[in-house]
Each structure stands twice: as structure tokens, then as C-alpha cells.
């Protein structure tokens, strides 16, 4: 082939055919119609095999796929196998995806969301209400959306979830109340520092809490009883 392609033109995932030149124990070299040509590594070959010329010969035209570009050191990667559309190491918690049921189980359903394998919707996931057998809900073939709800890269396992996400509730302050506890804390404070009959201190810690207090009738209040049960003692 004549070059038609340059590496620039090339990138991760495209389709590409090709002419396998020359055949190697560790890969074939093709002839992409780029300004080089490309490596298919015995990796790449879609199944383990001990022998390229399993999978591939000379001579022989080929569908592959851009591994990856090497434009510094002009080597082009190529691989048999379509790369996911959705990278795994890409995937996180939360994620919104578009999928197709592929399989039904009694426990749920896996559903293609175009990473490296279905990612799995147990029937606890797949509405909001009880639902008895996925089959209830989904059946394969069906367009789904989903969000990620774990991802195990390790077993590499991906659970889904077809429920829309809860709306976080605020926790609901009562003001009332924080004012009570910072005011029940007040009082505490003026009885230990009356305690140690140190009069300035009293004073000026009185002073301070009403003017940081919104409800100074209220804090008044306080020191009035609280003055009142000391000089009782």
C-alpha cells in the first residue's frame, strides 16, 4: 500500500485495514497504508495461540484496530480486538451511562455499557419500589440508563443501578435550641467564674455575652436568676 495515512491521521481505537507483511514470533507487521507499518503484537491476536500464523498469514488482508501511536519513536500498535468504548480506568462511582441488556438472571441483569464487560444490576437496584424477578422489569435487547454505584477494578466488576439518585435533604437546624445549649453553657461559665468570687471576671464575661448573643432579654435573664440564686447561698 501506498502511504496514505500519517501518524497524526491515526488515533487510539480507529479501524483500520490492512496487508500483514511479514510474520514474527512475537507479532505480524502490517501495512495500514501509513508512513510506517504497524505492529499486531501476539497479544493482540483476539485468543491465546502459541503460533501467529494461527490467527494471521502473509499476505492475508486484515480489520484491525489503533492500539496506540508512538509518534517520537513512529511505531503504530494494533490489536484484533475492538478497544471499549468506556475506559476502564475511567469509571467512577456516580457515573450516568446508556447500556444494553444482554443477559437476565434470577438475580438481576448485566447490561453493556460499552466497557470491557457488562456491568451487572441486581434486582434490588432496578426501581425504586419490590420487584420480584428482573424479568419483571428488563428483558435483553432493551436500551437502559444506569449510574455506577461500585467498581471493583480487581475482579474488575461493575454494579450498576437503573434508580434515580437521592436528592440529599439538608439537616434542619433548630436555631431555638442551639441557642438554649450555647445559653445553658453561658450560665455554666458565669457560675464558675462567680465561684471564684473574681468580680472583674464576672463583669467583663457578662459584657461580652451580650454582645454576641442575638437574644440579649433572654441572656439577661439568665444572669438575673443566676445572680439571684448566688447571693441566696
Same mark, same amino acid.
Do not use: Y
Given at each position: 500500500m501506498s502511504a496514505q495515512l500519517t501518524l497524526d491521521d491515526l488515533k487510539a481505537g480507529m479501524e483500520v485495514r490492512g496487508k500483514v507483511k511479514k510474520i514474527e514470533l512475537f507479532g505480524a507487521f502490517v501495512d495500514i497504508g501509513a508512513e510506517t507499518d504497524a505492529l499486531l503484537h501476539i497479544s493482540q491476536l483476539g485468543k491465546p495461540v502459541r503460533n501467529v500464523e494461527d490467527v494471521v498469514k502473509s499476505g492475508e488482508e486484515i480489520t484491525a484496530y *489503533?492500539?496506540?501511536? &508512538? @509518534? !517520537?519513536? @513512529? /511505531?503504530? +500498535?494494533?490489536?484484533? *480486538? =475492538?478497544? $471499549?468504548?468506556v475506559r476502564w480506568d475511567a469509571i467512577k462511582e456516580g457515573d450516568e451511562l446508556e447500556g444494553e441488556v444482554v443477559r437476565v438472571e434470577n438475580f438481576g441483569a448485566f447490561v453493556e455499557v460499552g466497557a470491557e464487560r457488562p456491568g451487572m444490576v441486581h434486582v434490588s437496584e432496578m426501581a425504586d419500589g419490590y420487584v420480584k424477578s428482573p424479568s419483571d422489569v428488563v428483558k435483553v435487547g432493551d436500551k437502559v440508563k444506569v449510574r455506577v454505584l461500585k467498581v471493583d477494578r480487581k475482579k474488575r466488576q461493575i454494579d450498576l443501578t437503573m =434508580?434515580? $439518585?437521592?436528592? @440529599? *435533604?439538608?439537616?434542619?437546624? &433548630?436555631?431555638?435550641? !442551639?441557642?438554649? #445549649?450555647?445559653?445553658?453553657?453561658?450560665?455554666?461559665?458565669?457560675? /464558675?467564674?462567680? +465561684?471564684?468570687? &473574681? !468580680? !472583674?471576671?464576672? #463583669?467583663?464575661?457578662?459584657? /461580652?455575652?451580650k454582645k454576641k448573643n442575638r437574644n440579649s432579654r433572654q441572656q439577661d435573664d439568665i444572669i438575673s436568676r443566676t445572680l439571684r440564686q448566688t447571693n441566696k447561698k
Open positions: *489503533v492500539l496506540k501511536v &508512538d @509518534k !517520537d519513536a @513512529k /511505531r503504530i +500498535a494494533l490489536s484484533l *480486538v =475492538k478497544q $471499549p468504548s =434508580k434515580a $439518585p437521592e436528592e @440529599k *435533604v439538608e439537616e434542619i437546624v &433548630d436555631e431555638d435550641e !442551639d441557642e438554649n #445549649e450555647q445559653l445553658t453553657a453561658f450560665a455554666a461559665a458565669l457560675r /464558675r467564674a462567680m +465561684a471564684r468570687n &473574681d !468580680d !472583674d471576671e464576672v #463583669e467583663t464575661f457578662v459584657q /461580652r455575652g
